[in-house]
């Protein structure tokens, strides 16, 4: 049963990538793209520079199997957008269930300032996108001011070309496939749902009781957690101290 929930979702992630496509290649099946999603997590695990090289990777095996390196660079940041948002969006909803499910005492003022941060960055990002400015064209302006200094440097501008290339096609995709995007961002959002059930099915199987959203809030912890530790390479350790200390946190509604 653990093993089907997680199963799940990764599943839903990988469904939430193929719809990120703009093109999906009719010849690659969603087994291919779960196995190749798996393998590129798998090296961002281990490596310092974490979802960079597992990106870089996805789009390696996506062109042995003839999918254009810029679908697959297009599709790969539309997705992790959508897993940022998603995440962005299940932090600002579970805060309030982090603070109070957990029994930590919290100024009513900062934490709903916190939440309106959140939510308003949300809203920032549609709003970019909807208005045709785009979520990369800050990077693209330190780009250039860095290019300035360095003009010799050919690799910085193929760069910002390529940014600027990426977020035309990620404004494009918002506003003639919303349709998609949203289903793309309640998948990714399902699957951190299902990142909490994973946790209530464990601590289930411990024989220890505790409520789906107690389990929600263990799982924003966590996250919050994993973040932080993003650099450390297998994220040793990172995950299970994490969880150790939510679970510590909450023993008085597991226990």
């Not at 798998?42 to 003839?66: E, F, Y």
């Not at 697959?72 to 940022?84: A, E």
């Not at 930590?104 to 309106?116: C, D, G, H």
């Not at 360095?150 to 290339?165: A, C, Y």
Request: glycine share 6%; charged share 20%.
């Amino acid at each position: 049963l653990l093993i089907a929930v997680t199963f799940i979702a990764y599943m839903m992630v990988t469904m939430a990538w193929k719809l990120s496509f703009y093109r999906y290649p009719g010849h690659l099946s969603t087994m291919q793209l779960f196995l190749m999603r798996q393998v590129g997590e798998s090296l961002a695990q281990i490596n310092p520079t974490n979802v960079i090289a597992g990106d870089a990777l996805k789009a390696v095996l996506l062109k042995r199997k003839r999918v254009p390196y810029k679908d697959s660079i297009v599709s790969l940041t539309i997705s992790r957008f959508l897993v940022i948002l998603s995440a962005l969006t299940i932090i600002a909803i579970g805060a309030y269930l982090f603070f109070d499910l957990l029994k930590i005492r919290a100024n009513t003022v900062s934490l709903t300032a916190t939440i309106a941060i959140l939510v308003a960055f949300l809203i920032f990002l549609l709003y970019r996108l909807g208005s045709g400015k785009g979520v990369l064209s800050p990077a693209v302006r330190v780009l250039t001011l860095i290019g300035r200094r360095f003009p010799e440097s050919g690799r910085i501008e193929k760069t910002i070309d390529k940014l600027k290339e990426v977020d035309g096609e990620l404004i494009d995709f918002y506003r003639t496939r919303k349709i998609r995007f949203v289903a793309a961002f309640l998948l990714s959002f399902a699957s951190w749902l299902m990142g909490a059930m994973e946790f209530y099915v464990i601590l289930y199987f411990l024989g220890l009781k505790a409520s789906f959203l107690s389990c929600v809030a263990i799982e924003v912890g966590v996250m919050v957690f994993k973040g932080l530790g993003a650099f450390v390479p297998g994220q040793i350790g990172i995950e299970e101290y994490a969880s150790k200390i939510m679970l510590e946190l909450d023993r008085k509604s597991v226990v």
